[in-house]
């Protein structure tokens, strides 16, 4: 009800609606699905997967009670909230809260604060959200409209994949051997492998639209180690938002989207109900390494008035890139822009106060006796960042820091890798890195750009960059090593929480360290996320109430 009346103010603007509190009940729970003719039992949120959507307005206070009744521990994180002044709810693992275990509860309260579009929730332990994940939709204030044709309906469409086995024991198994990951058995569009898939022909999710109107599909990446192309057959594509930021509209055939990012477009339904036509995703992979090369599909079907039409028409299949298509997505982000209007300025820091270089690295470690060890030249695959492997604690980093307990971590995160050498080319260095636990320190509003540098070491790969806590503006970007920041854009660059470092390429970021808290940057690649490609900043307090982390909240789960 909430969805349709919103639809109305939008368009007619004289509302009732004003920020309010909305609460949901979450329970984790199992659940016996049937996929590609297997049976299998996953975790879910209230049975549902993927899990229940949160419909919300800009400005509202979320509260989210979740209650633990699997025998795995979990935590939610809000992927892409930025969590002013509540840390405490940002959910990873052992870097804001301890789990919740078996039989427990935590309610997780946030506040919307300047964001409008699509972003999503996911457990962030071990691999359980390849099947804990849902959609969060964020509808901008009463009266305001979007910056774009209003649409005749809205579409969420969660992308992920599907394993005929336990994901809680994926993380495991890829640990215990020291190589790559397992591969999944299918790709997924809202739950559903789609009809190329044996054992499948039924478990197709279809979108329903009429000529002549236009769809907003709400596109979200949840899976744990693929990224993908998207497109639509024989339908062109405009982007109007990524990661719940507008964007200066630009029309593609095909997109590419990483675990971790959204992405709004508008589709006009212009062809007819003689063919259906597949939404499809396929997957992209720059390394040389095994995948899941099979496409998945979901079907978008117009209405048909009449009963003689074939109720099987023939269907179009989705034309997209090939598997290691680099170009491809390099193209892709040279479209994107933010909108930066009046009412949504880019505000890009313009000068920076912390300058840091990190590089990304796949590392190999080297087999110690007892180990299983099925990386390349019996040795096991690690990763880091600036040769630092992260060490989960055992307790989290912002209860470390807020109670002030010694030994949990150190503060000396290297700013520049300790060993330069040539990124992008063949050379051996560094192949294995360090294990720590260990923070950069950010001062209270410090401005602060990263160039996150991608390496040649193990394999050369496309890395997503989720950075918690914030939105960063992508102010450049190329391939080889970073050569400086001649041609940067300083004017309108794209807004994101997650970014895809080029394969063999970099990526530069700006943004302003205003949230005090500990905030995590990793990989959104899972196996990456495993193997210790992760770091976390600690953003000091500034002055006053308002620039100060708050205590934590009521049953704020100890370890």
Not at 382 to 409: D, E, M, R, W
């Amino acid at each position: 009800m909430f969805l349709v009346l919103f639809f109305i103010c939008l368009q007619w603007t004289p509302c009732l609606f004003q920020p309010t509190t909305r609460t949901y009940d979450f329970k984790v729970q199992l659940k016996n699905v049937t996929k590609l003719c297997n049976s299998t039992t996953i975790v879910t949120v209230n049975g549902m997967f993927p899990g229940p959507t949160i419909y919300a307005q800009e400005g509202d206070t979320i509260i989210v009670k979740v209650t633990n009744q699997v025998a795995y521990n979990i935590t939610l994180h809000w992927h892409g909230v930025k969590q002013m002044l509540s840390c405490w709810a940002d959910g990873p693992r052992f870097i804001t809260q301890c789990p919740i275990q078996t039989g427990q509860s935590y309610t997780y309260k946030f506040i919307l604060t300047g964001q409008r579009g699509t972003l999503w929730w996911h457990a962030h332990i071990e691999w359980l959200r390849a099947t804990v994940n849902g959609a969060m939709i964020i509808y901008p204030p009463t009266g305001v409209p979007y910056p774009f044709v209003f649409p005749a309906e809205e579409h969420v469409l969660v992308l992920g994949e599907w394993w005929g086995s336990n994901v809680a024991t994926l993380e495991k198994s890829a640990n215990a051997s020291g190589g790559g990951p397992p591969l999944s058995d299918a790709y997924l569009i809202n739950g559903h492998p789609g009809p190329t898939h044996n054992c499948s022909g039924q478990d197709v999710w279809t979108m329903p639209v009429v000529k002549g109107k236009t769809y907003l599909m709400r596109v979200i990446n949840a899976a744990l180690n693929i990224e993908h192309f998207f497109g639509v057959a024989k339908h062109k594509m405009t982007v109007v938002a990524v990661d719940a930021e507008y964007t200066k509209p630009y029309t593609v055939d095909n997109i590419i989207i990483a675990p971790g990012q959204t992405c709004d477009i508008l589709l006009e339904a212009h062809r007819g109900p003689s063919r259906d036509y597949y939404i499809g995703i396929s997957p992209y992979m720059s390394a040389k390494v095994p995948v899941n090369k099979k496409k998945s599909y979901s079907v978008l079907r117009y209405h048909r008035n009449s009963s003689s039409l074939s109720s099987s028409p023939p269907v179009i299949k989705a034309k997209l890139p090939r598997l290691n298509d680099s170009a491809a997505v390099l193209n892709k982000m040279a479209f994107m822009k933010s909108l930066n209007s009046q009412l949504y300025p880019a505000n890009v820091p313009q000068k920076v106060d912390r300058n840091l270089y990190f590089a990304i690295e796949l590392n190999q470690e080297a087999c110690q006796k007892g180990q299983t060890c099925k990386a390349p030249n019996n040795t096991r695959f690690q990763a880091s960042i600036n040769n630092i492997t992260f060490q989960v604690p055992k307790i989290s980093l912002l209860q470390a820091y807020f109670n002030n307990i010694k030994g949990v971590y150190t503060t000396d995160f290297p700013d520049n890798p300790p060993n330069p050498f040539n990124y992008t080319g063949n050379s051996l260095q560094n192949l294995q890195s360090q294990f720590g636990t260990k923070v950069s320190v950010l001062k209270y509003n410090e401005s602060v750009q990263i160039i996150l540098q991608g390496t040649n070491l193990t394999s050369a790969e496309n890395h997503p960059i989720h950075l918690h806590g914030h939105n960063f503006y992508v102010v450049g970007y190329g391939t080889g090593n970073y050569p400086g920041p001649s041609n940067f854009n300083l004017v309108d660059p794209p807004s994101r929480n997650t970014i895809g470092v080029p394969a063999n390429g970099w990526v530069a970021i700006r943004f302003i360290a205003d949230n005090p808290g500990v905030w995590y940057l990793h990989c959104h690649l899972e196996i990456h996320l495993t193997w210790g490609l992760s770091m976390a900043f600690l953003t000091l307090n500034g002055n006053g109430v308002n620039q100060t982390l708050p205590p934590p909240p009521p049953g704020y789960p100890k370890c």
